[in-house]
């Protein structure tokens, strides 16, 4: 069974940074994908970042240029770095890592970031 825990949320004004951690535990047979999801309140989650056997990367085009994933797969973690943060980037940001031998996929509890001013 994998576990994942994030950490980093937090609130920040625009144009401001955060980065978010997310470390996985358990036993990662066949992972080679792991990412980043946010819901933005009276939202759906929606897709972030990717990133396949630590180095691949893929964004969603509102995050592109801003936001940087990065991984290391000997240590199972995945960071999560955001940049000119906008009001809009406001959500509950979760960790996900998948699909592993069997098709499952595993979430974090999720971490808040606000940015207001």
């Known amino acids: 069974h994998v576990q994942l825990v994030e950490s980093g949320g937090g609130s920040v004004q625009p144009g401001g940074s955060l980065r978010l951690s997310c470390t996985a535990s358990g036993v990662m047979v066949n992972i080679v994908a792991m990412g980043w999801y946010r819901q933005a309140p009276g939202k759906q989650r929606e897709w972030v970042a990717t990133i396949i056997l630590g180095r691949d990367t893929n964004y969603a085009d509102s995050v592109k240029g801003r936001f940087t994933v990065s991984g290391d797969a000997a240590k199972n973690t995945v960071d999560l770095r955001m940049n000119s943060l906008k009001p809009e980037d406001t959500a509950v940001y979760y960790c996900?890592?998948?699909?592993?031998?069997?098709?499952?996929?595993?979430w974090g509890q999720g971490t808040q970031v606000t940015v207001s001013s």
């Open positions: 996900r890592a998948g699909p592993d031998y069997a098709g499952n996929y595993y």
